[in-house]
């Protein structure tokens, strides 16, 4: 029996939902077709459409050539960005030595 992956955490689902759904609505407005899309990223119809849905069996290399094809990829460059990370700046600055030796 294989085994299934557990199912992500909600706000995952969520932020995967409504990435999906922004990638739909930019596929309308650029008024290009499923097949066409499905083809530009070299997946099934059927894959294109559980992307639009959030889902997260699609693998991310998908959904940033979707990005690509659709002329929004350099958002994606940002979403780990260290500069932006408080929690990982925090930590670091403790990690610092409170004094250098002299030699």
């Known amino acids: 029996m294989p085994r299934r992956t ?11 939902r409504k990435l ?3 990638i739909r609505e930019a596929r ?3 008024r290009i077709q499923t ?3 499905a083809d530009r990223l070299q ?5 294109l459409w559980k992307l639009e849905q959030g889902d997260p069996s699609v693998g991310m290399g998908v ?3 979707a990005l690509y094809v659709l002329g929004i990829v350099d958002r994606l460059m940002d979403l780990a960005d260290i500069s932006r990370d ?3 700046q925090q930590l670091a600055s403790e990690a610092l030595p409170k ?3 002299s030699k």
């Open 28 to 30: 309308l407005r650029r």
């Open 99 to 101: 004094r250098i030796a």
């Open 20 to 22: 999906g759904s922004d």
């Open 63 to 65: 959904y940033a050539t």
């Open 86 to 88: 408080p929690v990982g």
């Open 43 to 47: 997946v099934s119809r059927p894959t």
């Open 6 to 16: 557990p199912p992500p955490p909600l706000p995952v689902r969520r932020a995967l």
């Open 35 to 37: 097949a066409v899309m």
